[in-house]
């Protein structure tokens, strides 16, 4: 009660002397102002800076979760977002000013889709221009936010989203905050119904979840679950984590398991489950960083008898093959310019750069850095890999080509291109070795969805090679 008076008091002297109250630093807030400003001027990857940002501003709880909801809810929702300030501004927001215009969209996200009350949006994002832009700047913000609070999304959204009926992939953009290159990418990719592709485009906008695998002969899922994990749905090897940080799970800390989604685990799985006449003992993992992938490979083949050489182009992610593999060889090489003979392998996995579309969720900047003007670069690049992998296969043995976009020029346009161009490779039915997993398609591709299977949408194509 005492502070509470002397707080009224202090007001008091504000107004007695015609001053406004020193806004107070709000941490949480001015974090995730300083990761969108980030990423805006120096392309930082959300997901990578977040941690670091939190550690050093010592944030940690509730706060650290507010600071998260609202870096992250700003990013993927921005291009909703923008659509609404530009309706309750007299400048389009590529006019305001980019430190300004972030700031004023956290208010917005706070307002349209966060339990902050309405006043305490507006006045929280108001100190926060006023403490890091100036007092002109935070009058400007306070008339916009005030006229963004005057109706809830749902209502905003048959203001400034196109009609549903005349423009349906203009209206599913705004609506759902995707490109419209994207928008439409995926509409095609899943099939091109309404209903779907705006459950899709909400999944991606959804925080996801986090997944554990416990690596074979080194942990297993009931020691995950012992320490708070669930059992997964799909992937023997996963477990899902309802809350807490994964680097306090014993087996995560030492090594022992990692965290990786679960439609990334089930590609690699895939890949050693058709059967092969002959040897079965050298695979190769051929665009293997961050290791993710080689890491459950290399741990089959020890139990297996086998052996994983994993390969990158980039050093420095070799090095992180390295550390998650135990007995795997692991070299710095070109996928395209292989240092290896042909027909080595039994099997070979190759996990092709790509858009990243499959992973929106995850990275919520990608959407809006993507350009549509990279994917014929990456899809010929994908060609070049895939035909790799076929040369670096024996004859009998199995290649796997995974991405994790569903974008039909990255996927089955890809591969239906090298199999008839090239030929002496025929496509297996890849769900039929993923029975554990439904609606997966008809075959012979397999698409892991978010909205369906709550993973990546990681696209997986098996391939025998037969001459």
């Known amino acids: 009660m005492q502070g509470d008076g002397a707080a009224g008091r202090s007001k008091a002297r504000g107004r007695v002397h015609g001053r406004r109250p020193k806004p107070v630093r709000d941490e949480a807030r001015n974090v995730a102002y300083d990761l969108l400003r980030a990423v805006d001027e120096r392309d930082a ?38 659509e609404i300030i530009a309706a309750c501004s007299d ?30 949006a507006v006045s929280a994002t108001v100190d926060l221009v006023r403490l890091r832009i100036g007092t002109g700047a935070s009058k400007f913000a306070n008339a916009i936010l005030r006229k963004v609070a005057t109706r809830d999304l ?28 994207i928008t439409s990418a995926l509409r095609d990719a899943v099939g091109g119904g309404a209903e779907e592709t705006a459950a899709l485009l ?17 942990s297993t899922v ?9 059992a997964a749905r799909y992937s023997p090897y996963a477990a899902y984590l309802p809350e807490g940080d994964p680097a306090s799970i014993e087996a995560v800390a030492q090594g022992r ?31 293997a960083g961050p290791g993710g992938k080689a890491g459950l490979l290399d741990a089959l083949a020890v139990e297996e008898g086998r052996h994983l050489l994993a390969s990158d182009q980039r050093f420095h992610r070799s090095r992180l093959v390295w550390r998650a593999t135990r007995r795997a060889g692991v070299i710095t090489a070109d996928g395209t310019e292989p240092a290896w003979r042909s027909g080595a392998f039994d099997r070979v996995l190759v996990d092709a750069p790509c858009t990243g579309l499959g992973a929106l969720r995850r990275r919520p900047e990608a959407r809006w850095r993507r350009d549509p003007a990279s994917v014929p670069d990456l899809a010929a690049l994908q060609r070049r890999l895939l035909g790799s992998a ?22 089955q346009a890809v591969v239906g291109d090298v199999v008839k161009r090239r030929g002496g490779a025929e ?13 997966l398609g008809d075959g012979p591709y397999a698409q892991f969805w978010p909205h369906r299977h709550g993973t990546d949408a990681m696209f997986l194509a098996l391939l025998r090679k037969v001459s």
């Open 45 to 82: 990857y959300a997901n990578l800076l977040m941690p670091t940002l939190l550690r050093e501003r010592g944030l940690a709880g509730r706060d650290a979760a507010l600071a998260t909801e609202l870096a992250y809810g700003t990013l993927r929702g921005l291009g909703t977002y923008d």
């Open 91 to 120: 400048r389009p927001p590529e006019e305001i000013d980019p430190p300004l215009l972030d700031a004023i969209r956290i208010g917005v996200h706070q307002l349209l889709k966060t339990r902050v009350p309405p006043h305490a």
């Open 154 to 181: 749902h209502e905003w959204l048959p203001i400034v989203a196109p009609d549903a009926e005349q423009d349906p992939v203009g209206h599913l953009s705004v609506a759902y905050s995707h490109p419209r290159w």
């Open 202 to 218: 909400a999944a991606d906008n959804e925080r996801p979840g986090v997944t554990l695998v416990a690596w074979p002969g080194r």
């Open 222 to 230: 009931d020691e995950l679950v012992d320490a708070g994990a669930v």
């Open 257 to 287: 398991a990692a965290v990786q989604d679960e439609a990334s685990q089930l590609v690699a799985l895939a890949l050693t489950r058709p059967p092969v006449d002959g040897s079965d003992r050298l695979w190769l993992d051929m665009c």
């Open 390 to 411: 076929l040369d670096a296969v024996r004859p009998g043995g199995v290649v796997a080509y995974v991405t994790c976009s569903p974008h039909l020029a990255e996927t």
């Open 427 to 439: 496509l297996l039915d890849a769900p039929g070795f993923l029975e554990e997993v439904d609606q």
